[in-house]
């Protein structure tokens, strides 16, 4: 569900232009600061997880939609495909060149997030069958997910430009 949540901010953040800011969320309890153990079991959940196989299948998903809409306006789409390629494997070594930054990122995001007790139930959760499982069909759940993200970019781009058109 993680991954699928950051997907759908993803795919809205790139269709409408906006995020959640940090300071409209709840703050952190001041009282759980980052422990050792916090973040070694932030570190774990991302590990489990499977966060960097997501992050590299979303920004392959991202080149080929960009190639997909460059295909649409293009006379040269067999060039689109072989500049997919391209871009995909750019982004996938530039991605994994920042992996140990980003996995650092991402641990420390978790455990700022969540408890150590909530950190645990997570490890626990993705190690068992249901959690595996999980993990296993997210994408094709995202995949799914996909016209209602689409729905949910048209209203917006709909509503603003009503907002933005002359009376």
Not at 66 to 87: T, Y
Not at 136 to 159: D, G, I, N
């Amino acid at each position: 569900m993680r991954t699928v949540y950051f997907a759908a901010l993803l795919a809205l953040t790139l269709g409408l232009g906006g995020v959640a800011r940090a300071e409209d969320l709840p703050p952190t309890p001041a009282s759980e600061a980052v422990s050792p153990r916090k973040l070694e079991l932030a570190n774990k959940v991302v590990e489990i997880s499977g966060t960097e196989s997501q992050i590299t299948k979303m920004l392959r998903a991202i080149a080929e939609k960009f190639a997909s809409d460059l295909d649409a306006k293009s006379e040269a789409p067999n060039r689109n495909k072989i500049n997919l390629q391209i871009i995909m494997q750019a982004e996938t070594d530039a991605m994994l060149a920042k992996w140990p930054e980003m996995k650092r990122l991402a641990a420390n995001a978790y455990a700022e997030t969540y408890s150590e007790e909530e950190l645990s139930g997570l490890v626990d959760f993705y190690q068992s069958p249901a959690g595996r499982a999980f993990l296993e069909k997210e994408p094709k759940l995202f995949v799914s997910l996909q016209p209602m993200l689409e729905m949910a970019r048209e209203t917006a781009r709909q509503a603003i430009e009503k907002s933005t058109s002359s009376p």
